[in-house]
């Protein structure tokens, strides 16, 4: 029986926490109350007991082979969602580049570079900001394009030029930056980076949000400092981040050395030295991950997601790979539908920018092209109206960012064809309305 058939079954677009796959729910809720013949729920064990351990190293051998993360890189879990990060990141590199530059100068004026391409990069920026760091925002999409509809060319960054006024002046005062930072799928502007940046000095660490695209399509982890994601959007329940990390940037910030001292608790060295194990760990929903990590490298489960798209019928045809193939036919058909409308407008204008995960559109009754100026009030109360019959229908969280509102679908890894083609037919059937 297709997913739709089933009586009661909800479509969840949220954009996180968001759908898990029906077949990992499933596994968790016949294990629940007997984790592997040990007669306890995986959340009684001791975090410190074998089959919790044995747990805690699988689901990072899981996400580096989907990832195919190198052996000079470290995988760790941590607690506090991506937010903590924001600060985390600050801390932990700004001490690696300290250290490099052998502990001496003020910390205060080592640059941190951020790209800012939507409101997730943004917060970011203000948390370095906040926290005493001499932050460079060395793009601005907003103020490029007005709005965060887009990512300015790579070359037009102030970074990127080495004949630059910023790349020569940072030579003449010996102070590299510690790292530049960017969102590769901002969330609530539904902005995805196509590429990796490349035109930065290479000796300086690529830090990446990839908190709502992680495990979407493959990514060579080799070009980056640091990876890092809540779980709370393609991995699995909120509660843990992944951070993935070069060995070789791995310094605490302490007061000896004139930094600023981390609470341990961000201290990503720590965290490598106790294997993700330094207190206790959030154990459900790291096992609720390793579930999901189990499903993306396993081909039969993801066609019991999938029906039987024919596509998927190849057994090695699985892991990230297999999740991009889905997520670009799935994105396509949706942002094609939204294209032939009359009355639904994509709010990314750079079509190369426009994210695979997060679709966020607006409704107008003023007709494409027209000219005509768009009676705000008016549309808004179609918007409201679209998102209140959609529920009804079953097809739940569509309401944009509070921050931006209009519309927006999340279509992460677990969403099935068959769901956007709900969608799709919902999309046509509001429209007929008017
Ligand atoms: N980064 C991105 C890209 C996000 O989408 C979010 C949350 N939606 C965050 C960071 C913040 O995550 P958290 O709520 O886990 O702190």
């Known amino acids: 029986m297709t997913a739709a058939a089933q009586p009661g079954h909800k479509w969840n677009f949220g954009a996180g926490p968001a759908m898990i796959p029906r077949p990992v729910l499933e596994r968790a809720q016949s294990e629940f109350l007997n984790y592997q013949s040990t007669g306890l729920s995986i959340m009684e064990l001791s975090h410190r007991s074998q089959p919790y351990e044995d747990l805690n190293n699988k689901a990072q051998a899981q996400l580096r082979q989907l990832l195919k993360v190198p052996e000079n890189y470290k995988i760790i879990f941590m607690q506090g969602g991506g937010h903590t990060q924001f600060a985390a990141v600050v801390y932990n590199l700004i001490a690696w580049r300290h250290h490099q530059n052998g502990a001496k100068g003020d910390w205060k004026e080592i640059p941190v570079d951020y790209v800012v391409t939507g409101s997730w990069s943004a917060k970011a920026a203000e948390e370095a900001k906040r926290l005493g760091a001499n932050l460079r925002i060395i793009c601005d999409a907003k103020k490029s394009l007005g709005a965060f509809t887009g990512i300015p060319a790579e070359s037009t960054w102030a970074t990127s030029d080495p004949q630059g006024a910023v790349r020569q002046a940072d030579a003449a005062s010996n102070q590299k930056p510690a790292y530049l930072y960017y969102c590769d799928n901002e969330t609530v502007n539904g902005v995805e980076f196509p590429y990796v940046p490349s035109l930065h000095d290479p000796s300086v660490p690529l830090v990446c949000d990839m908190s709502s695209n992680i495990l979407s399509r493959p990514v060579d982890v080799s070009k980056f400092g640091v990876i890092y994601a809540g779980a709370q959007k393609n991995i699995g329940p909120a509660g843990v981040s992944v951070v993935i990390i ?80 889905r997520n670009e036919r799935k994105a396509a058909k949706l942002y094609k539908a939204l294209e032939e409308s009359r009355f639904y407008r994509i709010v990314v204008q750079d079509k190369a920018a426009r994210s695979k995960m997060n679709i966020p559109f607006r409704i107008s009754a003023a007709p494409k092209g027209s000219g005509a100026v768009a009676d705000k009030k008016k549309d808004e109360e179609m918007e409201a109206a679209f998102v209140a ?40 059937e509001f429209e007929n309305q008017y």
Do not use: C
Not at 396 to 406: D, E, F, K, N, P
């Open 246 to 325: 070069r060995e070789d940037l791995l310094q605490t910030s302490e007061l000896k050395d004139g930094l600023p001292p981390v609470a341990l608790m961000l201290d990503y060295k720590t965290m490598v030295k106790n294997n993700s194990l330094y207190n206790t760990p959030p154990m459900f929903a790291i096992y609720i991950s390793s579930l999901v990590f189990d499903w993306l490298l396993n081909a039969d489960a993801q066609r019991v997601q999938d029906g039987d798209a024919a596509i998927y019928s190849h057994s090695s045809f699985v892991g990230v790979e297999a999740a991009q193939a």
């Open 389 to 428: 019959q959609a529920e009804a229908k079953g097809l739940l969280q569509l309401a944009g960012h509070r921050s931006v509102g209009g519309i927006r679908a999340s279509i992460y890894n677990a969403m099935t064809e068959e769901g956007v083609d709900v969608l799709i037919a919902y999309l046509k």
